[in-house]
């Protein structure tokens, strides 16, 4: 399968700081979206980007996707205990495939 | 977005049997996906169910270990076959419309022993 390269692996912050991270590919991809996961559930999706270029928010989270179509990062606003968790972006190919990177895990400290 | 339930939702499986997970969907959806995701990993993807004809595998997946039914539209079933402990995994039912997101069930926990 197609590999994602997501960094950094793990952050560790305090409440109220903020967080980037990123994730870049080989290929090319037509979507790329965001997800978190807890502990024993399956990924919630955050964010979903369609077009090269384009910023989209959802609340204290903004994604972008990378004008070359093949990286995108995901940046949280003034971060807050629950926002604890494995954060993961995703690729979606031309055959409708969607390919995952390997995860960013972030703890946050009160 | 779609409502996905998968059953079961976990489950503890003496090595060398076999486990067959499914998945329903509360709409007609027309692409369906199966991952794994062995502990501390990310998620793999297995293979896509397709709809009256035979599931498409990725690279390192077979069809006598995972074999994999897609009756209709809106459900789908994974078989884990001669379980061993490395099988133990979550395993994720996706669904994607073309062009949308993917959405996931809450996965079904294996222990394999």
């Known amino acids: 399968g197609q590999q994602l390269n997501q960094s950094p692996q793990s952050m560790f912050i305090q409440e109220g700081e903020d967080v980037s991270m990123n994730c870049t590919s080989s290929?090319?991809?037509?979507?790329w979206l965001w997800y978190k996961q807890d502990p024993g559930e399956g990924p919630v999706l955050l964010i979903a980007?369609?077009?090269?270029?384009e910023l989209t928010s959802n609340g204290r989270l903004t994604a972008q996707f990378g004008i070359t179509r093949k990286d995108s990062f995901l940046n949280i606003s003034a971060s807050i205990p629950s926002d604890v968790g494995i954060y993961f972006c995703?690729?979606?190919?031309?055959?409708?495939?969607?390919?995952f990177g390997s995860g960013t895990k972030l703890n946050v400290k009160p | 977005s779609a409502v996905i339930s998968q059953k079961p939702s976990r489950d503890i499986c003496q090595r060398g049997t076999s486990l067959t997970i499914q998945c329903q969907v509360d709409?007609?959806?027309?692409?369906m996906f199966w991952y794994r995701q062995q502990p501390g990993q990310s998620l793999t993807l297995i293979a896509t169910a397709n709809q009256g004809s035979e599931a498409t595998y990725e690279s390192g997946f077979v069809i006598d270990k995972f074999p994999i039914s897609r009756p209709n539209l809106t459900f789908s079933t994974l078989t884990v076959s001669n379980m061993s402990p490395e099988d133990s995994s979550i395993y994720l039912c996706?669904?994607?419309?073309?062009?949308?997101?993917?959405?996931f069930g809450q996965g079904t926990r294996l222990t394999v022993v």
């Open positions: 709409s007609q959806v027309t692409m």
């Open positions: 995703a690729g979606q190919n031309n055959f409708n495939k969607f390919y």
């Open positions: 980007l369609y077009k090269a270029g």
């Open positions: 290929s090319i991809f037509n979507t």
């Open positions: 996706s669904v994607g419309p073309l062009n949308t997101e993917a959405f």
